[in-house]
């Protein structure tokens, strides 16, 4: 049985989005080598404001936090406020106050949008 349209576009979406998450990841690890709370090895890019949060914020680099396994564990355990406050300290008021304005922008997630943002995440590697 072949996929209909509708399924050929969302699987085609599905294979971006996880080619950019994963580029995403290797960025931030690559720019982010230290974890900002605890300054050991990071080992994952976090994202500072949740995908499920801001679609506009899914693929910024800027939103992207090194952390290592222990201290994201814990940040995902209900301490993102406190971890969260340490890394706003560290980057300062302007890097939060873009971040608090970027977060409320809107996007409409298409397979356009995707591929510009996976082509941007390939050139800034």
Known sequence: MSKTPSQKYWAKIKRIRKQA???????????????????????????FVYKSESNYLRYAIKNGIGLCSHCHSLWHRNNASEYGVIVARQRGDDWFNDILIDKQKIT?????????????????N
Request: aromatic content about 6%; overall charge positive.
């Open 108 to 124: 409409k997630l298409t397979l356009t949008w995707y591929q510009e943002k996976l082509d941007a995440l390939k050139k800034a």
């Open 21 to 47: 998450d994963d580029l995403w990841q290797v960025i931030i690890k690559e720019l982010c080598p230290i974890c900002e709370v605890c300054k050991r090895p990071s080992v994952v890019g976090h994202h």
